[in-house]
């Protein structure tokens, strides 16, 4: 079943967990995938990128500790490596687990430094093969190949990454086919939502460290993206329960 992202539609700010979670157990493994989900994450946020013979697998870093390039590493040996104890998830494991059992993922799409398009040739085969077109949000920072991607397959749900404000979101994202966007909180501006909602467009917003304010009460904020679970509880509890509310109500 496809997330819906829209607050108008779900009645709350969806939360999502960066990296797995962040913290308590290594990012982007499946400690932190499993963690995220047991505690309550709508999303699940994780980073592809690819070794050198086309294998997509998760983690943030370009880099190993010992400052080998990870698109120079064939899987055979990258999957072999351990970071903290634990191994890199293959991506096509991580999607089979997603369709089994539900769950949602914010695929960040790693695509430097490698040539255009060759991430994307690898993983959207994996979401056909293991049916999971309804189980992932694409990230990109790349908006070209976002708008490729969307045009090749319209059903599947994409989001900007932004590295400032934009003069008209309506515009531009209309224009890139997105159908979300993430806004860092220091980018953060009231009168952007309507724009960005006008056209059925979900906000993310990212990097929110301010939890004296009533944010998230005042205006539609679609997903709220943090590094575990329940700091995004305690900062949405915190303000509704400052107007008499409770979350999730």
Known sequence: MTLELLKSKTGRTLIES??????????????AIKLGHELGA??????????????????HNYQL?????????????????????????????????????????????????????????????LIERTNT?????????????????????????????LTGRLLNYAEYLQKIKADCVSVSYGLFCPEDIDQIHSINVSLVLVEYWNQSNDLFQKYDIDVLSVGNPMDARKILNHQWHNFGGTYGN
């Open 42 to 59: 709508d999303l699940i946020e994780v980073d592809v990128q690819m070794s050198q013979d086309g294998i997509p697998f998760l983690r």
């Open 18 to 31: 960066h990296r797995g979670v962040e913290g308590d157990v290594p990012e982007n493994s499946w400690a």
């Open 65 to 125: 500790p010992d400052g080998r390039w990870c698109h120079d590493i064939p899987w055979n040996e990258l999957k072999e490596f351990k970071i903290d104890g634990e191994h890199l998830p293959k991506l096509e494991d991580v999607l089979v687990w997603a369709r089994d059992t539900g769950v949602h993922f914010s695929l960040d799409m790693k695509t430097f430094f490698k040539p255009e398009g060759n991430l994307m040739k690898e993983v959207l085969p």
């Open 133 to 161: 077109k309804d189980n992932v949000l694409l990230l990109f920072f790349d908006h070209k190949e976002l708008l490729q991607t969307k045009l090749a397959y319209p059903e599947l749900t994409v989001r900007a990454l």
